[in-house]
């Protein structure tokens, strides 16, 4: 009798397969050098947000790295759209990651001609019933110790996973990075703060945050609801006087933060501008996906 497999179908530098059988080459620049960029796209219903903005910004990283865009963003979307269809995802995450390459290991990039690996693969896992989103979020606070070119989405993601481990073993969810006394992101995620007199804050765009594109999507909901929006960097301290705080991310759409290293932001609650904020969001751009 032939068992049907329960693993999910990859695409590995041009081809699909079952997980088990997705392999890359030792030689890979992704695993020697995290010589690599990622994006990661929400699906909802079976299809994708904002999987324009990410293509802008996949385009952007691969200019800032000089590395050749693989294959069209139609191309793309084709392969994305298989991999929802091949493993049934009706809500969840997929994740795309291009190396420059394989070649014989030397700190000197390789030759133009080499040809860039794709490797895609999908999660299903709740996002718009997020648990996270529906009790709020406990950070912690660490030195932000990252190479000084954030605005570049690469693979190079050792330093935030030590700090939302960092953040597990102290009983919270996550980190908030901070920088000469100023909050830059999360670990994985853009920071926000709602101040008492209920404007938003959050950092500007620059080489010290990921250009985030659900940040992008909030800010413009943000502004068209009529809140007022600040774009400039804020402190611990201007952190834990707030009315209120939140995150935003393609993975956890707008999410509230309770409290920051123990100390609860405004009555410890989910406020009501993150609460509204989410649920702009999920109507206008989850309305819009493809």
């Not at 995290?34 to 200019?63: N, P, Q, W």
């Amino acid at each position: 009798m032939n068992m049907i497999s329960s693993e999910r179908i990859v695409y590995v530098d041009g081809h699909y397969g079952p997980e088990s059988q997705g392999k890359v080459s030792i030689f890979d620049r992704g695993y020697l050098f995290a010589d690599a960029i990622y994006e990661v796209t929400c699906i909802i219903g079976g299809k994708l947000v904002d999987f324009d903005g990410h293509m802008v910004r996949l385009v952007r990283s691969l200019k800032e790295l000089d590395m050749p865009m693989p294959m069209s963003p139609q191309e793309l979307l084709a392969i994305h759209r298989k991999l929802i269809a091949d493993n049934n995802v009706d809500e969840g995450l997929i994740y795309m990651q291009i190396s420059r390459g394989n070649a014989d290991r030397d700190f000197n990039f390789p030759s133009k001609d080499t040809r860039p690996v794709i490797v895609m693969f999908t999660q299903a896992r709740p996002v718009l019933e997020s648990p996270l989103a529906k009790r709020g979020l406990k950070v912690i606070t660490l030195p932000d110790i990252r190479w000084g070119r954030r605005d570049i989405k690469t693979v190079q993601l050792l330093y935030p996973s030590m700090a939302k481990n960092a953040a597990y073993e102290a009983g919270a969810d996550d980190a908030w990075l901070v920088q000469d006394g100023f909050v830059t992101e999360a670990s994985s995620a853009n920071a926000y703060i709602v101040t008492v007199d209920g404007r938003i804050v959050t950092r500007g765009l620059s080489s010290d945050i990921l250009h985030g594109i659900t940040r992008a999507a909030v800010i413009g909901f943000a502004q068209e609801a009529g809140y007022v929006l600040k774009e400039r960097p804020f402190t611990v301290a201007e952190a834990l006087e707030a009315k209120e705080a939140f995150i935003t991310s393609a993975t956890s759409f707008v999410m509230s933060v309770l409290s920051v290293d123990g100390q609860m932001i405004g009555d410890g609650k989910i406020g009501p501008v993150s609460s509204r904020l989410r649920e702009i969001y999920i109507d206008k751009a989850v309305g819009a996906r493809i």
